[in-house]
């Protein structure tokens, strides 16, 4: 028998590639999913159990470790009662839907003393690991600033095929804390400690939601960095991510997967650093993290020394992100506190 018995709860889109990741290690095995969904409509892994409320997954299944793949503002009730019950808990990104809910979750792991880790598989990416390290070890000089810039595309489509994706009250935004959210926070990671942010929200298209599309922001570090961050759901494909860090003696850059190196003196005699790995097959643009991530969490439950991201780690782009948006509604600069 395999030694952590899994539920995942909510067999929407993203849990397909969990099933994925999760089918890649060998102690681990699927033992039931949850969805309000009929099971007819489910792509059900093979030998799980369908269970059509989570609660009755978790109180009769027992699983050692619940995979939380739900629409964003179920987050904090499902992690609540899954950490209540003892079982260890990776939640999809967002964390929350705001930095309140975040810190109510924040104390789940504490508390209840199971392990609450947070999916933000592009901090695994081999591009951004390695620009992490530029910046840690300094030998390119200071970090002056940095750009990032998350393009995709989102049509009406997907909103109609979930509603609570285009809801204020059910997603907590749309193209800040949904699409690029890892974006956002892999700027902060880079930058340090935020001290001001200025930001816009707003709907390019018309799409009937209540959640923007768009948003331009800056953020100022307290090392003096700062940054340029552009995001939109508005775009007329799934660009891939752009992040660029201008260093005192070099400027990388990452595109298309790949991350690149310039002399600061001449920014177009780039060369290649290093390449992501790639996932296969239409999410591509998520990104290949979720295997690495999903790994380093059941790592982390054996005692092997394997990676999560806390709650509270997770929940510092939660609050960047409410700040963009209060910064957008009264117009002016908004301090970090
Ligand atoms: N890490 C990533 O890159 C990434 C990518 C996509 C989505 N996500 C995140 O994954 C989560 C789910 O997104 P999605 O696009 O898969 O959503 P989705 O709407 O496709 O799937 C959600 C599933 O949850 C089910 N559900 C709703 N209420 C339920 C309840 N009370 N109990 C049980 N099941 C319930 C729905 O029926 C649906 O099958 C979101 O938080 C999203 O931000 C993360």
């Known amino acids: 028998m395999a030694r952590f018995r899994v539920g995942i709860i909510g067999m929407g889109t993203v849990a397909h590639t969990h099933v994925k990741a999760l089918k890649k290690i060998d102690d681990v095995s699927i033992a039931a999913i949850a969805d309000i969904k009929d099971k007819s409509e489910l792509d059900i892994p093979e030998g799980a159990e369908y269970c059509s409320d989570y609660r009755t997954m978790i109180d009769e299944v027992k699983p050692d470790a619940v ?13 609540e009662y899954a950490a209540s019950h003892g079982v260890s808990i990776l939640c999809e990104k967002p964390v929350a839907m705001n930095a309140e809910q975040a810190e109510i979750m924040s104390t789940f792991q504490d508390k209840y003393g199971v392990t609450v880790a947070v999916c933000m598989q592009n901090r695994w990416n081999r591009t951004f690991r390695h620009l992490m390290e530029a910046v840690e070890s300094g030998s390119d000089g200071r970090l002056l600033g940095l750009k990032a810039v998350a393009l995709w595309a989102r049509d009406k489509g997907y ?7 285009g809801r204020m009250e059910t997603a907590g935004g749309g193209c800040l804390i949904n699409q690029a959210v890892h974006t956002l926070d892999q700027v902060i990671q880079l930058g340090g400690n935020v001290k001001t942010v200025k930001g816009i929200v707003t709907n390019v298209l018309d799409l009937g939601i209540t959640v923007e599309d768009s948003s331009v922001s800056e953020i100022v570090f307290e090392n003096g960095a700062r940054a340029l961050i552009m995001a939109s759901n508005a775009n007329i494909v799934n660009s891939t991510i752009e992040i660029e860090a201008v260093f005192e003696k070099s400027i990388y850059t990452i595109k298309d997967y790949k991350l690149y190196k310039a002399p600061a003196a001449d920014p177009l005699d780039k060369s290649l650093v290093v390449s992501d790995d790639l996932m296969e097959g239409e999410k591509s643009y998520y990104g290949a993290g979720h295997v690495m991530l999903i790994r380093e969490f059941y790592s982390h439950l054996r005692g092997d020394g394997g990676k999560v991201i806390s709650v509270r780690d997770a929940s510092r782009v939660i609050k960047l992100i409410d700040l963009i948006r209060l910064s957008s509604n009264e117009g002016r600069c908004v301090e970090w506190r």
């Open 67 to 79: 995979h939380i793949c739900l629409p964003h503002y179920l987050h904090a009730e499902a992690a």
């Open 159 to 165: 909103y109609e095929k979930a509603p609570w994706r």
